[in-house]
C-alpha cells in the first residue's frame, strides 16, 4: 500500500481519495478549502497544513484541480522539487493540453515520472470507483500511475505521450457536445414536423443517426433510459464544465490549425446557454434553449430570446 498525497478534494477528488482510503492507501489530503479536507479527513485521509507537507515523503502525488493555472501553481510552488523524486506524480483535471505538456516537461526535467489521467464520468463515478481514465506519458510511468488509478476507475486507458490524455478528453468532449446539440435540434424538429418523438427515438436509435447522446443520454424527458431530462435536468454533467471542455477544445483547435465547425458551434450555442443561466443545469438541458422553451432562473444570465429569434442568428 501506498502513500499518496491527493491535492484538490472538491466534487470529484472527494469520493476518489475516499477509493483510495478503502483500498488500504495511506492517503494525505491536502485543499485550500476548509470544509472540503475536512470532509476528507471525515472519510479516513489525514489532514495535511499545506500542499508542500502533503508531499512530504508521498510515493505518488494525486491532484484533482479545477484548471491549468492552478495545476501550474501547484505543481510549480509546491510539487516539483518538494515531493521525493521517485514519487509517480498523476494529474487528474481537465485542463489545457500545452500546459499539462509544460508541466511533465518541468517535471521529468526535475527528475520525475508523470501523467497526465484526465476522467470521463462525473460525480457519481469519482464516488463510485467507476471512472474512465485516459493518460499521457512515456511507458514507465503509465505502468507506475495505472495501478492506482485502476482503484479509482473502471477503465484505464494509456492515451499516447505527455498531454495524449488531454488531448483525448477534449476531442471526446467536443464530440459529444456537437452530437448532443444535434440530437437536441432533430428532436425538436421531429416534433415540428408531426412525428411522435419516442416514435423518432425509436426509429433513429436503430438507424444512422443513432449516437450516445440519443440511445444513453436522451435530452427529451421519458423517452429512453432515465437521464437527466428525467429530473428536470439536475444533476449529470453540467452546461458550465461542458462550455470548460468546448474552450479547451477550441484553444487546442486553434494551436494546431485544426478546422472545427462543428465544435466551434457548440461552444458558441453552450455559451449562449450559460449566459442565459442554464450554466449550472445538466448539458442536454440546450434542448429547452434549441425549442424555445427555456426559461432563465430568476436573477441570472440576460433574459431568454424572444419567440421566434434564431439561435445564434
Ligand atoms: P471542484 O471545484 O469541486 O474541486 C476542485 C478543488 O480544488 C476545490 O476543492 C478547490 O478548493 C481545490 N483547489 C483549487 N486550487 C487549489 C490549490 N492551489 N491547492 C489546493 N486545492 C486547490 O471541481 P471538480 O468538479 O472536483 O473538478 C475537478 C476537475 O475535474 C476539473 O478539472 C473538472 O473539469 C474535472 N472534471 C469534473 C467532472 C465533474 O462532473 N465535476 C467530470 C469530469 C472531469
Redesign the pocket.
Known sequence: MARIAF????????GMAANLVKAGHEVVA????AE?LARAEGRGAKRAAS?EAAVEDAEAVIT????GS?VR??YETSVIGKAPKAAILID????DVATAREEIGKAQAAGYAMVDA??????AA?EAGSLTFMAGGTDKAFARAAPLLETMGKAVIHAGGPGAGQAAKICNNMLLGASMVATCEAFVMAGKLGLDLQTFFDISSKASGQCWSMTSYCPVPGIGPETPADRDYEGG??AA?ML??LRLAMEAAQSVDAYTPMGSAAEELYTRFSDLGGAGKDFSAIIQMIDDSWRAPEGAGSPPLPPGVKIGG
Open positions: 491535492i484538490g478534494l472538491g466534487n470529484m477528488g472527494g491536502f485543499d485550500l478549502v472540503a500542499a484533482m484541480l479545477p484548471a492552478h501553481d501547484v487528474c483535471s481537465t485542463i484526465p476522467v470521463s464520468g462525473g460525480i469519482a454533467f453540467a464544465l470548460k471542455d
